[in-house]
């Protein structure tokens, strides 16, 4: 059986783990820091891959960013990682062959092979962090289109309401429906809903409510939270809807940490009463914190 | 070489002719009205076949509505069509094979195959007439979803000015981009853009005001009417910047009677300037009228 170095790269940490061609731990997954610059985060690749190269077949790295289509590089920019991070060739890291795949991407394949949606041909990962991340399977096959950048759902244009991005384009559905777009909506009603002056934030300036108080207000079932959040879950299913009619999927997995607050049940309901295609089960991720890694992990395994 | 008799079946007329597995007509189209009741539409469909059947392989229709994914029966409501249209098993109509495949989908896999995406794996037509129609090429493969619906980019919601669809839901792509969308904006244009007082148009009903109207406003260089098709283009932007930043694809192909009024190059160049992936193209269709019945020729022919 393949054994595969998984390294899932983030802005805050890097954290790697042997993995088997089941997408089963060999390893406790470890963590770091990622450094701040391009050559320190080079030579990190390397220590980790030095270390495990004669035990392992292949590494994989699950990564921010747009991959290329040969899964060698990262062809876009990438805010939070080390200026330089897409001039790495990530096959020169070692003498075995080396996989790279989006983490959204990988952690949409992740759930399709060992999670919430095994068995299930047609599938959407959507995950729901500081930003919007998908992955679509299609047909038993990753989406990865023309260049491998295929799957940027959260870059989608939905509800017009002119909501500035963090990458300065409008309405993209990530500004919406993540954690970022959770603050900026609890901010927009702090200014407009009636149920702010009686809230339990009345005196906070909206632009200091977090994501947290919003959730935690939920739990005091505090009304401006309760309006706040429905707003949020309302944009959600807009954005869930439209995928929904082009794919026909047989279900959309929700993953990251906005999950666990999401009635799933009752957003399958609102979606199914709004779609023309046939209906789609909403569910929870399974494949859990270290999807990502665990999903490169197995499409290299296929790979190679 | 394989025979196949098409046959195209649209809300007012229907058009067959017997087609080879190039995708090349071996006889006329000829030309039917659509029968109002459902007795009389299958007889037609029995007679057509009868006629043909010992000079063919495989029956192959092109039809609005869902088709299931067995490619034998429309499985959706079709509102132009006959009651009962939807309990058609078209297996039965013959004694040889039958397909069936919507005929948005069958369009896209006619300009994939024969028209203007040829060699593109990754493609997308987007039809646009009195509704907006998709078919998405994915890997070479047309994409079916999990029950055959997938494609129903019409239905995906964009902007959010809250206008209500033909389908009664708010906001569908297709209530923008269509030719009735077309309309629709130029109703609500000429209550608010202060160029209708000045327009060729002032003294016209802005209910009646017709997709020709602004077309032929247009050539007379009417300033409302501009302003009516530049709302309608970035509408149309909108959803195809959605759909391109999902699937990455190379070519989205415009298909149907609007598309010869837009300007390919600049909608290319819109486009290009937003998205997230690499660049797409955007190119007029080129499979003709008849696309949708030498697309379902040419899938039925890989079929069978």
Redo the contacts between chains.
Sequence with gaps: MKKILGIDVGGTKIVYAMINENGNFLTTPEKTSTPKNIEELISLFKNIITKHENDIDITAFATAG?VNIENTRVD?STPNLPTGYNSIDFSTLSKKPVFVENDANAAAWAEFKVGAAIG???TITITLGTGVG?G?I??G?L???????????G???????GRVCT?N?K?CFESYSSGTGLKKTAEELALTSKYFKESIYKDKTPKNITTYDIINGLKNNDEYSKAVFETWKNDLV?GL???T??????SIIISGGMGEFINTEEMENKINS?????PVKIKLAKAGNYSGMIGAALLASEKY
Tied chains: 1, 2.
């Design positions: 747009a876009s299930e041909n047609n998908g679509f299609v047909d096959k989406l990865r289109g023309k260049s491998g950048r295929a799957g940027e759902v870059s989608m244009k939905i509800q017009g309401r990458c384009r309405d807009v809807i439209n995928i009619n082009i794919f026909d999927p047989e709004e779609i023309v295609v046939s």
